[in-house]
């Protein structure tokens, strides 16, 4: 049993409350890892909010980095004093996991937002009252995190590592839409709906891929800035009229890839409106359970046309984290410039930062 610092959101509140908790040893197969800073995703706030089943009492944060402090049994990759960064859990066991395809794993939606492991426990506690844990097989808004050897990535300690907590989930998914996903060709077009971090990751990761046209659409003029500064070749403010015109006018015989960050339906519509025949739509938003989405049939059939979601950038962490660490020190994927670093003591306001756009992403830092 370790003694931590959480921040614990109780039954029915808002805001999250900073404080002394338990946690128990690793399990076989878990690790104990002291985490040095966790990014402020957009999932932790829909858990918050009971847009998904995510039971309460609970620690969220779910893009923890920190140093192994001790392994269960069965654990034989990691060692104490490893640099690690935490991404989503899955079964490791299923199709989808033996083919290296993790984030479409076939219990990917309990082993992330059920909170609990899997035989039902959790690993928190306070003064004898359970807290849920294990959420995205970690819970890192704490100084110390349990998680898994199938979600713990080693990485390399020439970077900083309080940088790179949210290449496990946020800009994985960015980046990796565009790279895994879409797998966006050299000399083509990209229209982005939506420069958040996910949104601003796939702009460097398509300025990486060597797209042409690389079309960065949003309603906030300084992300639309920094998108043309990260590589965006184009900057459309969709408030400033007809967006599918304004891309027409680009790209007059459509675009070859459109991505939503949105999870806004007609966002989505206008996504799906502007693509080129054989052109792909790749849907990465959290939306909400009763959306639903309604197709022209004969615009897909006529033209190719497809739409797909996806999870996580289709990525296998244990070889992406790394990739996205080397384009990082190359100098092709900047994630210093999204990031902005708060206490966890001051955790509100880098959820309130992050929800009200004033920060793209908000990196919390744990006390030591």
């Keep these: 049993?370790?003694?931590?610092?959480?921040?614990?959101?109780?039954?029915?509140?808002?805001?999250?409350?900073?404080?002394?908790?338990?946690?128990?040893?690793?399990?076989?197969?878990?690790?104990?890892?002291?985490?040095?800073?966790?990014?402020?995703?957009?999932?932790?706030?829909?858990?918050?909010?009971?847009?998904?089943?995510?039971?309460?009492?609970?620690?969220?944060?779910?893009?923890?980095?920190?140093?192994?402090?001790?392994?269960?049994?069965?654990?034989?990759?990691?060692?104490?004093?490893?640099?690690?960064?935490?991404?989503?859990?899955?079964?490791?066991?299923?199709?989808?996991?033996?083919?290296?395809?993790?984030?479409?794993?076939?219990?990917?939606?309990?082993?992330?937002?059920?909170?609990?492991?899997?035989?039902?426990s959790t690993s928190i506690s306070k003064d004898g009252t359970a807290i849920h844990s294990n959420v995205f097989g970690q819970s890192s808004f704490a100084n110390y995190a349990l998680s898994h050897t199938q979600n713990t990535v080693k990485v390399d300690t020439d970077v900083p590592l309080e940088l790179l907590g949210p290449l496990g989930c946020g800009?994985?998914?960015?980046?990796?839409?565009?790279?895994?996903?879409?797998?966006?060709?050299?000399?083509?077009?990209?229209?982005?709906?939506?420069?958040?971090?996910?949104?601003?990751?796939?702009?460097?990761?398509?300025?990486?891929?060597?797209?042409?046209?690389?079309?960065?659409?949003?309603?906030?003029?300084?992300?639309?800035?920094?998108?043309?500064?990260?590589?965006?070749?184009?900057?459309?403010?969709?408030?400033?009229?007809?967006?599918?015109?304004?891309?027409?006018?680009i790209c007059p015989g459509g675009i070859d890839y459109t991505m939503d960050t949105s999870a806004h339906i007609p966002v989505v519509q206008t996504a799906i409106e502007v693509l080129a025949p054989r052109g792909v739509c790749g849907l990465v938003g959290a939306f909400k359970l009763e959306d639903t989405l309604l197709l022209n049939a004969t615009h897909l059939l006529s033209g190719g046309r497809s739409v797909r979601g996806i999870v996580e950038g289709d990525a296998d962490p244990h070889s992406f984290i790394p990739q996205l660490i080397q384009y990082y020190r190359q100098g092709q994927f900047p994630i210093d410039r999204l990031t902005s670093f708060f206490d966890l003591e001051n955790i509100n306001d880098a959820i309130a930062a992050g929800e009200s756009g004033r920060v793209v992403k908000p990196i919390v830092r744990m006390p030591t």
Excluded at 213 to 231: F, K, P, S, V, Y
């Design 171 to 249: 800009f994985q998914t960015g980046a990796g839409a565009i790279l895994n996903a879409l797998k966006v060709k050299k000399g083509r077009s990209l229209a982005i709906f939506g420069t958040g971090a996910v949104g601003l990751t796939a702009v460097m990761a398509a300025k990486i891929a060597s797209a042409n046209e690389i079309i960065a659409i949003d309603l906030n003029r300084e992300r639309l800035d920094l998108a043309l500064e990260l590589g965006a070749t184009h900057a459309i403010n969709a408030s400033d009229g007809d967006t599918a015109a304004k891309i027409l006018e």
């Design 1 to 120: 049993m370790v003694q931590a610092t959480a921040a614990v959101l109780w039954q029915g509140q808002k805001s999250v409350s900073v404080e002394t908790v338990e946690i128990e040893d690793p399990r076989p197969g878990e690790v104990l890892v002291k985490i040095v800073a966790t990014g402020v995703c957009h999932t932790d706030m829909v858990m918050r909010d009971q847009l998904l089943p995510t039971p309460q009492p609970v620690v969220l944060g779910h893009e923890g980095a920190g140093i192994v402090e001790k392994v269960g049994a069965g654990v034989d990759h990691l060692k104490p004093g490893d640099a690690v960064v935490i991404s989503f859990n899955n079964c490791g066991t299923c199709l989808s996991c033996r083919e290296r395809e993790p984030a479409y794993c076939q219990e990917f939606f309990p082993r992330n937002f059920f909170a609990t492991r899997t035989d039902g």
